[in-house]
């Protein structure tokens, strides 16, 4: 179904002059096979869902293309109200395979990459995995993904395909991808008039943190905050055994910390591991959580000198079944 506009012309289009960039974001939340996507005149907003315990959230700014125009179709009874009518007009809202997605925009990518990230290591950042150490710089570096083509992006509208045209060196390629009805979906809320914790640190160092923690094969991570000390605490429980990773409140080691009583939580370690690569490229990671235990890693990742974007996880805490043993039974808040 196309939007009754009289003409042929696309509903939403975009031009990219660095595919790359728009690769390694959407590659952040790469942890589902699908994607709910909205696009509306600031961006596209990439929302992907894992059993309704963690989503994570991409949002590509319209400042990330070279042309961006995006017509939303005003319904007949706003038109006729100017007073009432939403001058953005309604967003276009689809669901796409993301991971047919990002398959599409390393076609042209150098061979190397291409067997590095068919393999799916959720930690691999780069060549000789460069991008760990190196930050979202060596994740967005040519030489690295070997992707330097134009990327084209439009839909007609509601129930059409997804075309993306990307050209380089005189090759074109155009590709279709099926669009489906979305899901009725709602995001995580996190109570932000109740954050019990807010944490600013270095991305790079909470990877090293999840990491080391994965010695033990955990299934669970504990997160402690308190304004005692030890401030901040990742300790992880497993077959193979426990790890504990402890962080002062050194103002060049946490470059925010609010945290006015203490707080404990426990979530699944899969489900933040989900988050690695966004840790890998980000520059630095805001760590919220709210008084019912949703946790919030929003990612702040540099795309180029001037300009930033984010990428942002909510999980849901881990509840042990009735009679289930846990050291953290005295709940998530003392």
């Known amino acids: 179904m196309t939007p009754l506009t009289g003409d042929s012309s696309p509903m939403f289009s975009a031009v990219s002059s660095s595919t790359r960039q728009l690769f390694q974001l959407l590659r952040c939340i790469n942890f589902a096979s699908k994607a709910h996507v909205m696009i509306t005149k600031a961006g596209l907003r990439f929302t992907v869902e894992d059993s309704r315990v963690m989503q994570g959230f991409a949002f590509l700014d319209k400042e990330l293309f070279t042309s961006y125009v995006f017509t939303p179709v005003v319904a007949e009874e706003s038109a006729g109200d100017n007073e009432g009518a939403n001058e953005d007009g309604e967003p276009l809202v689809l669901e796409i395979s993301l991971s047919s997605l990002l398959e599409t925009l390393q076609i042209f990518a150098s061979n190397d990459f291409k067997d590095r990230w068919s393999s799916r290591d959720p930690t691999y950042g780069g060549v000789s995995g460069a991008m ?116 002062s409140k050194d103002p060049q080691l946490l470059e925010t910390f609010y945290v006015p009583r203490r707080v404990v939580n426990t979530y699944k370690y899969s489900l933040i591991k989900g988050a690695s690569r966004a840790m890998a490229m980000a520059n630095k990671v805001s760590i919220r959580g709210d008084d019912q235990g949703v946790l919030s890693l929003q990612f702040m990742i540099e795309v180029d000198e001037d300009r930033v974007s984010f990428v942002d996880f909510r999980f849901i805490p881990y509840i042990p079944e009735e009679g289930e043993g846990d050291e953290e039974d005295d709940g998530a808040e003392d």
């Not at 190196?134 to 070997?146: E, P």
């Not at 060196?169 to 709602?186: A, I």
Request: charged share 15%; glycine share 8%; with cysteine.
């Open 132 to 247: 760990t150490r190196g930050g979202s710089a060596a994740a967005f570096d040519n030489r690295v993904l070997g992707m330097t083509g134009v990327c084209r992006l439009s839909c007609t509208g509601v129930g059409e395909p997804l075309c993306i045209i990307l050209e380089e060196t005189g090759v074109t390629t155009t590709c279709e991808l099926v669009t489906y009805e979305p899901e009725g979906r709602e995001d995580i809320p996190l109570q932000t008039h109740a954050i019990t914790q807010k944490i600013i640190m270095k991305a790079s160092w909470l990877h090293d943190a999840i990491q080391e923690l994965s010695s033990t094969s955990p299934t669970r991570l504990l997160i402690v905050a308190s304004p005692e000390p030890p401030y901040f605490t990742l300790s992880s429980s497993g077959p193979l055994g426990s790890a504990t990773v402890e962080f």
